[in-house]
């Protein structure tokens, strides 16, 4: 007889060497779905992945109608159930593709309990929605027990906290923690009537959403500013406007950069920016350095004695002194080459030797005023 | 009437309770340890936009590596370190650090002394460390008045007794430094009371408490801060710990409430603190914030709480009626603000006698109270 190296030399799958024919991929698509009382006899139990531990929160099994079988891929303790309560037969959703092999029936089984019927939706619209949803339920005056999870619906769970109950509510019924719902309210929260639009519409047409990565990264300067509103006094309205607005901005930067500047580090170069416009750049560099440095209600305690060995002072040697400091200064500011490590070891030697010259400008004055008889002691 | 001054201290840029913030302490191991530290901690306080810094010398950090068995090593020829390996820190290095960040008050070296109760270990441990603190408080004086005069110095006080800390300044009387500085440790609020006393009677201008945000403590440098220095000043932590555990300070008495999540809270419990942050929100929706959201929200809480409530005792501390009437609406322990308020008004009676008379009278009051 033939053997298979013999058909494929006589019918050929390619027209001529190098020339594939396009071989269109069996998809194992759902062609169509219904209810139906099925045998249970006819469903049969798939084993290539295990049964889940907790119990389906449908009403009925679903099943898969696969190359004329019906294979059970998710609520087979109803199937139970019901061979031991002795019915004949019992109401599935079935679902049904043709020819479908063993692995396409597994990845369908894991998928039961993982990706939602109806698809998923992107991570701005469940902010959106959980806090819609959050919203609606603490304004109800339903018993919010009928909202709980189906088979029970007693309410055990719930205490006496409104708030607590919704949360609850929303973690059981969307299959989330309750960690996740908290997040997804508090990346909703400052979000305006107008922020939320805008980045909604968005979606279709951007390669980059704002998604959870997005928001995460947004959170963390969204607290910051935050912080500075609230330290501001402003009112909760403002904040939300302003957050909003930051967002939006955040948002913007992120789709170009695919990254958020940390706020308190543009804050910090802002203010940096700010501090050194104020300085007065006429005004010679020493007197700059002091006016940054020394505080303005500068008072020296001159304690119980100044010692003797430093009264030798003179002025015009701090005269002197100052001149050189300021000449380094003057050299440091006209040169071009200078980076920001050299400035900051001028400047730090500057205060330095300014702080040794004010120390002898007040061993003099404090000398001047022992030969006054102006000198108290303080301590016993 | 002097000022007070409440001092945030465990803060980093990131790690703000507010902006602007008033007054920033740091410490010289953390902050002052290396160039990038000391640039970092700098930039921290041009974002902040803060009036006043304190640097404190990190003896306190000596204290932790010492109770955990850690190398601890004053040693000028080695780097000034702080790692898991241990700690090198000496006076010069405190002053250093000064000139880099230019605080507007500085502590010196010190050793602290451990936390015991028997009074024989007490004294051995006082005797023991005694030497570390004169010679190190002396070195950072002289240093100070050498390179960096306009820093106010702060010389922290390591006793456990009045009369050890009358010891210590024989030591030091005779050196250039602005005021005392001093752990509360253990104290209460009433024994601090006498400590502060006696510094005024030694004509202490200015005095800083070093890590307490306590309510009676803070009402004691709110009374003395009106009525006795020129300055008192307070630092504190407890807004920045309590906050990663959770812990909301309550506006009234600066006690912890702990909202973790495991926490079951009625919905007739209201919050009734007037801050910022609280205003319209609920424990219910503190409680269940994201831990970094939470965390963020209840540092900003404890210590708009911590600076108010100093704000609100220093206007009440007109008199020790006022003071008492203020913090009964603030306090449910009557024992111990009728403590506080009798060692106040024994103080209040005899401060123009000698100090033996002043501690005598108090001491005779404790005895009175412990009946």
Same mark, same amino acid.
């Given at each position: ?380 | ?80 370190? #702080? ?98 500085? #001093? ?189």
């Amino acid at each position: 007889m033939f053997n298979e190296e013999k058909i494929y030399l006589i019918q050929p799958d390619h027209v001529s060497p190098g020339e594939m024919t396009v071989q269109v991929p069996q998809a194992f698509s759902t062609t169509h779905e219904y209810f139906d009382d099925i045998n249970i006899n006819a469903v049969e139990s798939f084993n290539g992945i295990s049964d889940y531990i907790g119990e389906t929160i449908s009403q009925c099994p679903t099943v898969l109608n696969t190359l004329g079988r019906f294979i059970c891929l998710d609520g087979w303790n109803l199937i139970e159930e019901a061979r031991q309560a002795q019915l004949e037969t019992i109401r599935c959703l079935v679902q049904v593709a043709d020819n479908c092999p063993d692995e396409e029936i597994a990845i369908r089984k894991v998928a039961t309990r993982i990706i939602p019927a109806n698809g998923k939706c992107s991570y701005l619209e469940t902010v959106r929605n959980v806090k819609a949803l959050y919203q609606m339920l603490m304004a109800t005056r339903e018993n919010l027990v009928c909202f709980h999870h189906g088979g029970r619906r007693r309410g055990n769970e719930f205490i006496n906290n409104k708030e607590e109950n919704v949360r609850l509510i929303l973690a059981t019924r969307l299959g989330k923690s309750p960690n996740t719902i908290s997040k997804y309210l508090n990346h909703g929260e400052h979000l305006s009537d107008y922020a939320m639009p805008t980045l909604m519409a968005t979606i279709p047409d951007q390669t980059v959403k704002p998604n959870k990565q997005f928001f995460e990264k947004a959170q963390s300067n969204k607290n910051k500013m935050q912080v500075d509103l609230k330290s501001e006094g402003k009112p909760e309205n403002e904040i939300t406007e302003k957050l909003s607005g930051y967002v939006l901005q955040m948002f913007d930067e992120y789709k170009r950069t695919g990254d958020i500047q940390n706020y308190t580090r543009s804050q910090a170069a802002d203010s940096e920016d700010n501090h050194a416009e104020k300085l007065p750049v006429e005004d010679a560099p020493s007197d700059s350095i002091a006016i940054k440095f020394l505080p303005k209600d500068f008072s020296y305690y001159p304690g119980n004695q100044a010692s003797p060995e430093q009264t030798s002072f003179s002025i015009n040697d701090i005269k002197a002194d100052i001149a050189t400091i300021a000449t380094n200064l003057c050299d440091l500011s006209q040169n071009q080459n200078a980076q920001l490590p050299e400035v900051t070891l001028y400047v730090t030697a500057s205060i330095s030797a300014l702080s040794q010259c004010l120390q002898k400008c007040r061993t003099i004055d404090l000398t001047i005023q022992q030969h006054e008889g102006g000198n108290a002691i303080w301590v016993n | 009437m002097g000022k007070l001054e409440i001092f945030c201290a465990g803060v980093s840029i990131d790690v703000l309770p507010c902006r602007p913030l008033k007054n920033i302490l740091v410490n010289v191991p953390h902050e002052g340890s290396s160039p990038k530290a000391i640039s970092n901690t700098l930039k921290m306080f041009q974002y902040a936009n803060n009036a006043l810094t304190y640097l404190d010398s990190g003896g306190f950090q000596l204290l932790v590596f010492e109770l955990a068995g850690k190398q601890y090593t004053f040693d000028p020829a080695q780097p000034l370190q #702080m790692s898991d390996q241990g700690i090198n820190v000496t006076p010069e290095y405190i002053i250093a650090v000064a000139m880099e960040m230019q605080p507007k008050f500085l502590s010196a070296l010190d050793f602290p002394i451990k936390k015991l109760t028997d009074k024989n270990e007490q004294e051995k441990e006082f005797l023991g460390k005694l030497g570390y603190n004169i010679t190190w408080a002396r070195k950072t004086a002289n240093l100070r008045k050498e390179r960096c005069p306009h820093i106010k110095l702060l010389i922290p006080v390591q006793s456990y007794t009045v009369e050890q800390f009358q010891e210590f300044f024989h030591y030091i009387k005779d050196i250039e430094f602005d005021g005392l500085s #001093m752990p509360v440790r253990n104290f209460e609020a009433h024994e601090i009371a006498i400590f502060l006393i006696t510094f005024y009677k030694l004509n202490i201008p200015m005095v800083h408490l070093l890590g307490t945000s306590k309510l009676l403590t803070t009402a004691l440098a709110a009374y003395m801060a009106r009525h006795y220095f020129a300055w008192v000043s307070m630092d504190s932590t407890s807004w920045r710990l309590s906050a990663q555990y959770n812990h909301y300070i309550n506006p009234l008495s600066l006690q912890v409430t702990d909202i973790g999540y495991n926490v079951i809270i009625d919905e007739n419990i209201r919050i009734y603190c007037p801050c910022p942050w609280c205003r319209g929100k609920t424990f219910t929706y503190i409680k269940n914030l994201p831990h970094t959201e939470k965390v963020s929200f209840l540092r900003c809480h404890n210590w708009w709480v911590i600076e108010h409530a100093a704000k609100e005792l220093y206007e009440h501390s007109d008199t020790v009626l006022t003071l008492k009437e203020h913090l009964l609406t603030r306090c449910p322990d009557t024992g111990e603000i009728e403590k506080l308020c009798s060692v106040l008004n024994i103080i209040d009676a005899l401060r123009d006698r000698g100090i033996e008379e002043i501690l005598f009278a108090c001491r005779l009051d404790y005895a009175d109270m412990m009946i």
